[in-house]
């Protein structure tokens, strides 16, 4: 006979609640394991009912906290671990970017070898007007020379054309290299584009260029010459690290931070002091509070007690965990459902975007898993 199954709403919002907190305590982490199914419990009724599915969908929620051109900060909240870290997996390694992928040598008498120059060439980031990464297509398995086929629509050409010479105008005890030559130092932004086609009208006047034009590449000395071709085409990183368009995309869980028993006087500037500035805050003990019996402000009043301002801004250090006058006071945990993710691009898309992408080859990766799954069923 098979075992009854729990309803599941004759349990407490307390229960529920602790489910969703990973334990932080002195020398480990409690509760940290997961069920098969996300949010699914042995012994519990899970089966599928439309106003639960309302109820969760209204909380799911992004919520921005610092957003730039090439960097955001933003938490996605009431998600599973599995769906959260597809959508970071997707911007590390499915995104499409271009970068340089061959270099053709043609004159390169600098002390780099040539295949050290073009790693380091095909490892600079590019960055450009979107419409030409939307145009490109994915390219075909002829690159194999300067003369091999290729076209407007595949690929992006860069040149190098650099020559070490003498400055004329140098002081005769000057020692700065820099100041004795011409373009002793090659930076990224000696990289020019050479549109071919129609990339330059794809472009609308806006360029292809290396998204920081300080990336040292080589040093010369007078009578050195570097002269080469180098072709981007799409790609992703999951092919290679530098079509991958984020410099990191990483997520943490949301700190929580319990206040158990009061912390007054002395002891609350300490605990102030565990953590980083902005966590918890020191207000003055109400006369109400220290009046109210069993409260444990009683005869307090005035004084300073603890509370928790910010755990956003909480590394979860446990230094408090460490003193004795703060055992059994304090719980610390993470909530497991709060996804605070970092996303640094590496300028090809803005980082608002990246996210935005992902959540879109998320939504045609499971359309086609519908599609397949239709076709075997059928």
Known sequence: MAPSRIPRDTMSQEDIDRRKIVGITEERVTNTTDTEFPYHHVGEDHAWDLEEFRQASSALKAQIHHNRHSDLTFSLISVPAPIANAFRRIMIAELP????????????TSVVQDEVLAHRIGLIPLAGPSNILKRMRWPQANHAGPDSKFNDNDTLVFKLEVQCTRNKEAAKNEEVPRKMYNKAHIYAKDIEWTPKGRQE??????????TNPDILIAKLRPGQVIELEAHAIKGNGADHAKWSPVATATYRLLPTIEILEPIVGADAKKFARCFPKGVIELEDVTE?????????????AGEKKAVVKDTFKDTVSRECLRHDEFTGKVRLGRRRDHFIF????????????????SVKLLKQKCKDL???LGSIIT
Do not use: C
């Open 97 to 108: 970017t271009i970068a340089i992928e061959r270099v053709f040598m043609q004159n390169n």
């Open 201 to 210: 009208e794809w472009a609308n006047g806006q360029t292809m260029s290396p």
């Open 288 to 300: 109400e509070e220290a009046g109210k019996e069993g409260s444990g402000y009683e005869g307090h």
């Open 342 to 357: 970092s996303v640094e691009s590496t300028g090809q898309y803005e980082s608002t975007e990246l996210f935005l992408e």
């Open 370 to 372: 519908k599609k397949d």
